[in-house]
C-alpha cells in the first residue's frame, strides 16, 4: 500500500469539531448576554466627550468616533466629533466586558507586541522593500479572501453586492492575477463595504448580538460573535486548505504582517488620544463593527 503523498493537516479534524462546538455555544451566549445597564446608562447620562482617531491610510478622517454612551454618530463612516472636555463622566459601555481583567492583561501584552516587535519588524520590511511589491501582496491577498466576502454577501442575501464582488475578482484576477485593484475605481450598481463582510457580520445582520467582548493574543479585540464569525471565515480563506500545513500558516501570516500598514498608524493615534487606551480600542471596535453590520 503507498503512503499518501499529502498527509492531512494535522488535527484537521479536531479543530472543525471545535469549531462546531464554539459556533453552538457562543450563538446561545451572544443571544443571551446583553450589556447590564448601557441601555439605560445610554438613555439618562449626559454624553461624555467623543475620541476621534485619524490619520489612518485606509479611513478617512474622523471614520472612527467613540461616543462613550454607546452610540456612533455617522453618515457612512463618517463621523462628527464632540468638544473634548469634561471627563469627569463615567463612561457607558457598549457591550458587556466581565472578563476586564483578562482582558487588559491581553491588552497590554498585545501592545507591547504591536509596538516594540510588530512596529520594528514592519518598518524594516518597509525599508528593504519598494512600495510596489508591498501593494502588490496587498491587492494580491484581498483579491485571494474573495470567496469569504462573496459567501457573507449570499448569506445576507446582498445578491447585488455578491454579484459586483464576483465582477472585481474576475476583473483583477484575468488582468493581475490580483496583484493590481484594476477594478476599485470601476463603477458599480451598488455601493459596496471597502471592508468586505465577514462571518461576524453576517451573524450581526441575522440578529446575533455582540455577547461579551473579549482580547485575544496577538488578533486584539474581539467579541463572542466576532470570535464565532473568525471560525467561520476560516472556511472560506482557500489558504486554510493549503498543504502542508506549514506551508498555509506561514503564508498568511506573512500575508497579514504585510498588511500592518493599514494598522499601526491607527493604533498610534488612539493610544496617544485615549485618556484610557482599553475603553478606547473597546468602543470604537464595538462602534466600527456596528456600523459594518448597519452599512
Known sequence: MQANPLPPRPCRAASRLIGCALLCSALFLASAVRPAGASAAAAEAPLAPSAVYTNAPRLAPGAVTVHTSGYMSQSGYMAQSDDLDDYDVTPAASISDPLEPWNRFWFHFNDIFY????????????????????????????????????????????????????????????SSLGFANVAKDKKTIVPVDPYGEDFGQTLGRWGVGHGFYVVWPFIGPSSV???????????????????????????????????????????????SAAVDPYIAMREAYINFRNAQVKH
Request: charge should be negative; hydrophobic fraction near 45%; aromatic fraction near 16%.
Open 225 to 271: 460573535r466576532d470570535t464565532v464569525g473568525r471560525v467561520g471565515d476560516c472556511f472560506t480563506d482557500p489558504i486554510f486548505y493549503v498543504h502542508p500545513w506549514e506551508l498555509a500558516t506561514s503564508s498568511e501570516l506573512a500575508l497579514r504582517f504585510n498588511d500592518l500598514g493599514a494598522v499601526l498608524p491607527l493604533y498610534d493615534d488612539l493610544n
Open 115 to 174: 509596538m516594540y516587535v510588530a512596529k520594528p519588524a514592519y518598518n524594516a520590511w518597509v525599508y528593504v522593500t519598494p512600495h510596489q511589491l508591498r501593494s502588490g501582496l496587498s491587492n494580491f491577498f484581498a483579491n485571494l479572501l474573495f470567496p469569504m466576502r462573496f459567501v457573507n454577501n449570499i448569506l445576507q442575501f446582498r445578491f447585488l453586492e455578491a454579484g459586483v464582488e464576483f465582477g472585481r475578482f474576475i476583473i483583477n484576477t484575468t
